[in-house]
Structure formats: structure tokens, C-alpha cells
């Protein structure tokens, strides 16, 4: 019977499908990672999008987290966020992040390191808009990185946003939910 060192000791793999040469390499890391993100897409790899965030609070310590990429470009990469989450406390501290993109069956990944800061408001809308109804009511009666009363107190505020909501087609975003980039 095989124990777990075991098996860690045996789970190595050699990464040959995808090399990198100079004559393949875009012209701008922005326009190497749309390639590579197509790449993905077309290669079927589930959640392309998904990427690990990872920042630091003013303690020093790292936390990290899957989050949605959801627009990117020279500009950066974004992502959307309870500003009063623990990513978002964390990054108003200190906006230094890291972003880890790993696409297993393309046997590829992508490191990315920068500042985030928030967008526009008004992308913010936009997006928010777009979202699921359920997701608008969501951002709305979930305290995001708190400690709840119980299942029942959040279901309860869900309940209360969805009464108030009801005959409104037009949710709006809360003021601490929105993009970061």
C-alpha cells in the first residue's frame, strides 16, 4: 500500500507539450498573454479566466485566492470585489498584488505582479449591471470576510434585498463593490 510520501515522491511529469521560442514570442507581454488566453479558450481549458490573486496586509502575511478575470489590456487585468473583503481591506493597505494563471492541459502558466487600484466608477456599474440578478442581490445582503449571525440572518437579508427589489429591474451597485485593476 502506497503512503501519501509515496505517491508525492511519484507525482513528477516532465512539462514538453509547449516550449517558447524567441520567434513565437509577441511583441508586448500584454499581446503574449492574449495569445496565450485564446490559447486557453480554444483548448477548452475550464475557467480560463480564473486566476489566483494573492496580497498582504499591513502584518506582512500573504493570502490568496481564486478570483474571474474580467476585461484585460494594457492597461491591466480586472477583477471585480467587495471592496470590505479581506482582498479588498488588504489591497487598500497595500496594493501590491500578484496574479497566477495556470492553464494545466496547455502544461502553461502565467505570473503577473503589480499595483491594483480601482477603476471607474462607471465600469463598475456597467458590469454590475450584467451580473445575475441573484449576484446583484448577493452583493448586497452578503457581509463578504465577516462573521455572520447564521445561515437563517443571511437568508434573511437576502430575503429583505429581494423584497425591495422586486419590481425594480435596476439594482444598484453598492458603493463598496467594484473593479479593480
Given at each position: 500500500?502506497?503512503?501519501?510520501?509515496?505517491?508525492?515522491?511519484?507525482l513528477?511529469?516532465?512539462?514538453?507539450?509547449?516550449?517558447?521560442?524567441?520567434?513565437?514570442?509577441?511583441?508586448?507581454?500584454?499581446?503574449?498573454?492574449?495569445?496565450?488566453?485564446?490559447?486557453?479558450?480554444?483548448?477548452?481549458?475550464?475557467?480560463?479566466?480564473a486566476?489566483?490573486?494573492?496580497?498582504?496586509?499591513?502584518?506582512?502575511?500573504?493570502?490568496?485566492?481564486?478570483?474571474?478575470?474580467?476585461d484585460?489590456?494594457?492597461g491591466?487585468?480586472?477583477?471585480?470585489?467587495n471592496?470590505n473583503s479581506?482582498?479588498?481591506?488588504?489591497i487598500?493597505?497595500?496594493?501590491?498584488?500578484?496574479?497566477?494563471?495556470?492553464w494545466?492541459?496547455?502544461?502553461?502558466?502565467?505570473?503577473?505582479?503589480?499595483?491594483?487600484?480601482?477603476?471607474?466608477?462607471?465600469?463598475?456599474?456597467?458590469?454590475?449591471q450584467?451580473?445575475?440578478?441573484?449576484?446583484?442581490?448577493?452583493?448586497?445582503?452578503?457581509?463578504?470576510?465577516?462573521?455572520i449571525?447564521s445561515?437563517?440572518?443571511?437568508?434573511?437579508?437576502?430575503?429583505?434585498?429581494?423584497?425591495?427589489?422586486?419590481?425594480?429591474?435596476?439594482?444598484?451597485?453598492?458603493?463598496?463593490?467594484?473593479?479593480?485593476?
Open positions: 500500500m502506497s503512503t501519501k510520501k509515496d505517491i508525492l515522491r511519484q513528477r511529469k516532465e512539462y514538453t507539450l509547449q516550449g517558447l521560442s524567441r520567434r513565437e514570442v509577441a511583441p508586448t507581454p500584454f499581446q503574449q498573454f492574449d495569445n496565450w488566453f485564446l490559447e486557453a479558450w480554444d483548448a477548452e481549458v475550464p475557467e480560463p479566466n486566476m489566483t490573486l494573492c496580497t498582504v496586509g499591513k502584518a506582512g502575511k500573504p493570502s490568496a485566492r481564486i478570483v474571474l478575470l474580467k484585460f489590456d494594457e491591466g487585468f480586472v477583477f471585480y470585489t471592496y479581506l482582498k479588498g481591506q488588504q487598500a493597505e497595500n496594493p501590491f498584488v500578484s496574479l497566477s494563471f495556470f494545466q492541459p496547455l502544461e502553461r502558466q502565467v505570473r503577473i505582479e503589480g499595483i491594483a487600484e480601482k477603476i471607474g466608477a462607471n465600469e463598475s456599474d456597467q458590469y454590475f450584467s451580473r445575475p440578478r441573484g449576484s446583484r442581490l448577493a452583493a448586497i445582503a452578503s457581509p463578504q470576510s465577516q462573521v449571525e445561515r437563517d440572518w443571511l437568508e434573511k437579508i437576502w430575503r429583505e434585498q429581494e423584497n425591495i427589489f422586486t419590481e425594480k429591474e435596476r439594482i444598484p451597485r453598492p458603493e463598496n463593490w467594484g473593479a479593480s485593476l
